[in-house]
């Protein structure tokens, strides 16, 4: 068990913590709003994680390849949302300014996971490798991948919050917060754009 754990995180670690919308929502927010106003969102992106996985891990897959289109919907619905969080960022302002912006939501951190394409793959791929047809007790291997894969991506993202917030640290002033917002905005519209290209 445990060298399945090892070798699951080893798979995972490229995966969870290469740029990709979950991680540069985050990283925008935290430097935007700070670690502490991320977490509602990390609870609703982390817990809908855990379900899905789950439901996937434990025979949704089938039905998801039965709808092919499907996978185009999400990827589409994936990238209109993250390029709608973008403009909300890029709206934002200085982080002097809060009345004009505010943090990603619980529902938004659900959403997020809900149209992201990507997890999905990365899901299915995860179960073909480390879940095998024979295994006597299916049930309680898909909920040990599906809570190492949870657990991990929860991380992953902590970790991109706190480079955001530590980030957000050196500009401090209005101006240069201003820039910050709007870079991590373009980053968010850059990763729509690879959405809906990929």
């Given at each position: 068990m445990?060298?399945?754990?090892v070798?699951?995180?080893?798979?995972?670690?490229p995966l969870a913590?290469?740029p990709?919308p979950g991680?540069m929502?985050?990283a925008?927010?935290?430097?935007v709003f700070?670690?502490r106003?991320?977490l509602?969102?990390?609870?609703?992106?982390?817990?809908?994680t855990?379900?899905?996985t789950?439901?996937?891990?434990?025979?949704?897959?089938?039905?998801?390849?039965g709808?092919?289109?499907?996978?185009?919907a999400?990827?589409a619905?994936?990238a209109?949302?993250?390029?709608?969080?973008?403009?909300?960022?890029w709206r934002?302002?200085?982080?002097?300014?809060?009345?004009?912006?505010?943090?990603?939501?619980f529902?938004?951190?659900v959403?997020l996971?809900?149209?992201?394409?990507?997890?999905?793959?990365?899901?299915?791929l995860?179960?073909?490798?480390f879940?095998s047809p024979?295994?006597?007790?299916?049930l309680a291997?898909?909920l040990?991948?599906?809570?190492v894969?949870?657990l991990n991506?929860?991380?992953?993202?902590?970790?991109w919050?706190?480079?955001?917030?530590?980030l957000?640290?050196?500009?401090r002033d209005?101006?240069?917060?201003?820039?910050?917002?709007?870079?991590f905005?373009?980053?968010?519209a850059?990763?729509a754009?690879w959405?809906?290209l990929?």
């Amino acid at each position: 068990m445990t060298e399945t754990i090892v070798a699951l995180l080893i798979f995972l670690f490229p995966l969870a913590y290469s740029p990709g919308p979950g991680n540069m929502l985050f990283a925008a927010n935290g430097a935007v709003f700070g670690f502490r106003a991320t977490l509602p969102a990390s609870a609703g992106y982390h817990l809908a994680t855990w379900i899905v996985t789950l439901g996937l891990g434990l025979g949704l897959m089938g039905l998801l390849e039965g709808w092919p289109m499907l996978f185009p919907a999400l990827k589409a619905g994936g990238a209109v949302y993250v390029l709608w969080l973008a403009v909300k960022l890029w709206r934002a302002g200085s982080t002097k300014t809060p009345q004009e912006a505010r943090p990603a939501s619980f529902v938004d951190g659900v959403m997020l996971l809900l149209l992201n394409p990507k997890a999905y793959v990365i899901i299915a791929l995860m179960f073909s490798q480390f879940l095998s047809p024979a295994e006597p007790h299916v049930l309680a291997a898909v909920l040990l991948i599906t809570t190492v894969f949870t657990l991990n991506n929860l991380l992953a993202f902590s970790t991109w919050t706190l480079i955001g917030d530590r980030l957000a640290r050196a500009f401090r002033d209005d101006r240069s917060a201003v820039r910050l917002n709007r870079g991590f905005a373009a980053v968010l519209a850059g990763v729509a754009v690879w959405m809906l290209l990929a």
